[in-house]
């Protein structure tokens, strides 16, 4: 049962706009270079100027096998472009070369993790189609510029059924796409420059009635503004329906600085882009050879890669799905799970101490200070009882802030060695015991609160050095429990 707001359920599909990393444009030559001066990177074809033709980027149709064998999907052996018509001011052609009737990339799923709840989105399709240009409607004193640089660039853009049910939801399944692609190399992923963007159909319903009427919120380029936006959206609409009014289908903008979503246009359905099929491209064709030979280059995929995981290294399918997050995540847990021979450690160390640091620096993982190789000899000290969990963590903050380099180092430097004199530590928890003889009784009582209260005694007057299971069991054994 998905989870109600206020009664009503949220459901949710996505279309995402994946630019494609080839060098040049998807029917023409024109480069796709990101931030060049204002229409310097459009050239006829792109504008559509009479006697040009389009000419088909292979490496654009060679990503999109890619994407289709990544998921889980279908090629289809001949599809169809199509002109998109509408008018606007930065599309010159007056029409956008796209794919209806028949994509390229037919059906596939998605499957990540949310909490430790695994889903699944069900794909409708992926298909190719060229960028609009983009409108400045900054700095022209009352007007607007047109920058046609992006008109042309290649696109894969990826439609899901609606079987999203929370914002949450929405952003892991966006989260684990933006992996995908990025992985696989048909996108650079880089949201801020708009080659990675969303745009989130949301609707309401009472449980088990037919779909409501969706709005689309477009442009999404941040995970942390798709959730706000869908938030406002789910609230917004709840309160139009329980104040009696009907929720008409438009395209909306999330605004940052209000939080809010605001209407831009109402939504059009296909009938009102009149798609027709493109008269200067011929059918797509891929042959059977074609996508073998796409599936022969295919790096090893992260759902195959987590499956490994599981069964070289016997990590649960939950850690093995977050350490392969990114290849770069991937490959560093590997090596700090081969050099330190603990696995289930090093992924614990990757999820929990070291993503920490990575998110609160907003830095990726192979910018991250600790080395894989440091991380397991880290690793090893705990092992070997060299150190305990505690002083761990603060040998690692040590490394991580660039004060030491070498873990040995470090912990001999900073005092941070566990106590191993057992004549040492036998004092203590005499001494510790002739200190607390309440505790004593209590824990004799059958009381683990008192006991876990001596431990800490212990490990207080010890200054943290001593091993509290060392401490434990030193203690049950005194204490005879």
Known sequence: MSKLIQGYEVVIGFETHSQLSTESKIFSRSPTRFGAEPNTQASPVDLALPGTLPVMNVGAVERAIRFALAIGAQVAPRSIFARKNYFYPDLPKGYQISQFEIPVVQGGNIEFYLGEEKKSVRLVRAHLEEDAGKSLHEDFVGQSGI?????????????????????????????????????????DGNMQEGSFRCDANVSVRKPGQPLGTRREIKNLNSFKFMKEAIDFEVRWQIEQIEDGLAIQQATVLFDPDTGETRSMRTKEDAADYRYFPDPDLPPLVIAPEWVERVKSELPELPRVMAARFVADYGLPEYDATTVTQSKAMAAYFEQAAKASGQ??????WIMGEVSRRLNAQEIAIDQAPVAAGTLAALIKRIQDGTVSNNAARQVFDVLWTGEGREVDAVIEAKGFKQMNDAGALEGIVDEVIAANPANV???????????NALVGQAMKASKGKANPQQVGDLLRKKLGV
């Open 441 to 451: 009784e209590q824990i004799r009582a059958g009381k683990d609160k008192a006991f």
């Open 147 to 187: 920058d046609l640089n992006r008109a042309g660039t290649p696109l894969l853009e990826i439609v899901t059924e609606p079987d999203m049910r929370s914002s949450d939801e929405a952003v892991a399944y966006a989260k684990e796409l933006h992996k995908i692609v990025t992985w696989i190399g048909i996108c």
């Open 343 to 348: 696995p289930k450690l090093a992924s614990n």
